[in-house]
């Protein structure tokens, strides 16, 4: 027997040392790797939980007309009733949150309607365009139109 | 200790079913209770996009910037304006990805039209095929997403989309791209472009909700995802897709 051991020393010594390998690779994996890792696929369960809790900017028409009341009446039913108050008034979600402390800035009219209602050959033509140069001469839009519910 | 066979296979048999009830009930027990009403399991995200109500307003590239903290420069839907001429190129323009709009276009003698774009969510997509560390995944409700602390920023994903919707955050280093508001969507709100979109042209919707408008939506109309011939999976629908669109 001892001469067996004598005679595969060669052998064994690297058999160790790879088993001492395999052993330390897998208490580093064990340590490394999260606990979530693999739960319902080849990554970290733990990362939807994280980008679920990411902070949303834009609060929703549903959150808006709960305080505005006058506005979402004259909104709805007009032609901009598909167009959502945070399209033109920005995210407000901070807003919605705390109302006195973040009270938002009025839209800038002047860099807003013209992005939907310039005329351009590219538009669904049903869309109402207008040259808006020839149409107003830089005149604000809402001097004589109405933006929550616009008559042509 | 003197154990016959029989002995062993009783001790062996009972320490089984122990074994196997203990793991159900940790199943049962152990496995975390949903916190809200969000289940993962019951929704298939996607989204329709109706190319004749595109108006190349930019609202959506503008909401999503703001929502999503999207760098300047770096888009995760932009909205391309196609210019179609027979026996031509088509000539394709994206001005800082639409952010500020579209300069008018005056020609009326070509077909011209605008394609708002994002990530289509694939759902074998290319994307997650290369990711060496399991950094971007296909979440179980159908969202393609990237998990921050694991990414290498090794961008083999970003060569991979077929449909370039990815980027290297300039300031993180590490991959970035439509989550289709993954933090907005499990709330129970639209995603940020969605709610901007002035005529509808983009809409969210679930597979899996049989009362969603989509099944109905795919029913009337002629639809078709963006390089069918990926087989990416895409659940990214464009209703009226030009064949010059790539």
């Known amino acids: 027997m001892s001469r067996f051991f004598r005679d595969a020393a060669h052998l064994i010594r690297p058999a160790l040392v790879l088993l001492a390998g395999a052993g330390l690779f897998l208490v580093i994996r064990e340590v490394v790797v999260p606990k979530d890792f693999g739960k319902y696929g080849h990554y970290r369960a733990g990362a939807l939980d994280m980008i679920s809790a990411r902070p949303i900017a834009y609060a929703?028409?549903?959150?808006?007309?709960?305080?505005?009341?006058?506005?979402?009446?004259?909104?709805?039913?007009?032609?901009?009733?598909?167009?959502?108050?945070?399209?033109?008034?920005?995210?407000?979600?901070?807003?919605?949150?705390?109302?006195t402390a973040n009270r938002p800035k009025l839209p800038d009219v002047a860099n807003l309607c013209w992005r939907c209602h310039e005329k351009d050959a590219a538009k669904p033509k049903g869309f109402p365009q207008v040259d808006t140069v020839a149409h107003s001469q830089g005149m604000l839009c809402n001097t004589c139109h109405q933006p929550h519910s616009p008559q042509l | 200790m003197d154990l016959s066979r029989r002995d062993l296979f009783k001790i062996g048999g009972k320490l089984l079913v122990l074994a196997s009830a203990g793991a159900t009930l940790e199943e049962i027990l152990g496995a975390a209770p949903p916190s809200e009403a969000y289940r993962r399991a019951d929704h298939w995200w996607g989204m329709i996009i109706d190319i004749d109500k595109c108006i190349g307003c930019g609202s959506c590239v503008r909401a999503c910037a703001q929502e999503n903290h999207v760098p300047e420069g770096y888009f995760r839907t932009w909205v391309e304006r196609y210019q179609v001429e027979e026996g031509k190129q088509p000539l394709v323009d994206s001005p800082k990805g639409a952010m500020n709009g579209f300069p008018p276009l005056q020609r009326q003698d070509v077909k011209s039209f605008f394609v708002p774009k994002?990530?289509?969510?694939?759902?074998?997509?290319?994307?997650?095929?290369?990711?060496?560390?399991?950094?971007?995944?296909?979440?179980?409700?159908?969202?393609?997403?990237?998990?921050?602390?694991?990414?290498?920023?090794?961008?083999?994903?970003?060569?991979?989309?077929?449909?370039?919707?990815?980027?290297?955050?300039?300031?993180?280093?590490?991959?970035?791209?439509?989550?289709?508001?993954?933090?907005?969507?499990t709330k129970g709100l639209t995603t940020a472009c969605c709610e901007n979109c002035p005529t509808g042209a983009r809409q969210l919707v679930d597979f899996k909700d049989p009362k969603d408008p989509v099944h109905e939506f795919l029913r009337n109309n002629k639809v078709e995802v963006l390089k069918p011939y990926m087989a990416t999976g895409a659940k990214v629908y464009y209703k009226d897709l030009d064949g010059a669109v790539r």
């Open chain 2, 118 to 185: 994002l990530c289509n969510q694939c759902a074998s997509s290319p994307c997650v095929q290369v990711c060496p560390v399991g950094a971007t995944f296909v979440s179980p409700d159908g969202v393609v997403l990237v998990d921050e602390t694991y990414c290498l920023g090794c961008r083999y994903c970003v060569q991979a989309c077929p449909y370039g919707c990815r980027y290297l955050h300039p300031e993180k280093q590490t991959v970035d791209k439509c989550t289709l508001c993954y933090h907005r969507i």
């Open chain 1, 60 to 99: 929703g028409q549903s959150q808006c007309v709960l305080c505005h009341d006058a506005e979402a009446k004259a909104h709805e039913g007009g032609k901009h009733a598909s167009v959502h108050c945070e399209a033109c008034h920005g995210p407000l979600a901070k807003h919605a949150d705390d109302p």
